[in-house]
């Protein structure tokens, strides 16, 4: 078990700045969900989250967080801010995460399906290591302010640069290994835009072809 005011400096983050709205998530639950670390990318490779250089002091409570409490490895952290989750499985994550709840809220208990039970996990500063990929899984109705943390590996996430965030200037910065990210590039940097619509056609038209 974890004490509680090992995530006050989370809250007080949260509160002061609540997350976005993250519109990916919708059909999987509802509330407030985002993600910090490696993410996958539609028809790109994984790369940082711009989470990651847009609340990096949100991030480094986090990277601290994991520091003390997290002995499995990640690459990435889903931080969810009153976010009822559907029945799912996370299927773009491998091995074991690492999930804690925390916040003043009540019910909120964690249903997991496996086999053919279904069992009821209270995971308020109580963390569940499990291998969520694996295992359908949802939140139960709660009241109050419930927040969680999962740590995980997404998948194709080899060979990034080890992140990090740095107080310089009298601000916190997000870097990627040595390089100090104040945006990730656009896929399309460098094209016009007609062109950019020319290669999204021809790599349609591949696909039909060898489909």
């Given at each position: 078990m974890i004490d509680a005011s090992e995530f006050s400096n989370i809250i007080l983050e949260l509160q002061r700045q609540p997350l976005q709205t993250n519109n990916y998530r919708n059909k999987a639950g509802s509330g407030r969900s985002q993600a910090f670390g490696v993410v996958c990318r539609r028809c790109l490779l994984p790369d940082y989250s711009r989470q990651c250089w847009v609340r990096p002091y949100l991030y480094k409570l986090l990277l601290d967080f994991a520091d003390k409490h997290v002995k499995i490895p990640y690459t990435s952290i889903t931080v969810n801010q009153n976010y009822k989750a559907a029945a799912h499985k996370d299927k773009g994550n491998v091995g074991e995460s690492f999930l804690v709840a925390f916040g003043d809220y009540r019910g909120g208990c964690l249903e997991v399906e496996?086999?053919?039970e279904k069992k009821l996990y209270d995971v308020k500063h109580t963390p569940l290591v499990l291998?969520?990929?694996k295992y359908m899984h949802s939140v139960q109705d709660?009241?109050?302010?419930?927040y969680s943390l999962v740590f995980y590996t997404a998948r194709k996430s080899e060979g990034l640069p080890k992140p990090s965030v740095r107080f310089e200037?009298?601000?916190w910065n997000f870097y990627r290994g040595e390089e100090k990210i104040k945006g990730l590039p656009h896929p399309l940097?460098?094209?016009?835009?007609d062109s950019g619509m020319q290669m999204y056609r021809e790599e349609k038209e591949v696909v039909i072809?060898?489909?």
């Open positions: 496996e086999g053919s291998d969520f990929s709660f009241e109050g302010e419930r200037d009298n601000k940097k460098g094209r016009k835009r072809e060898f489909s």
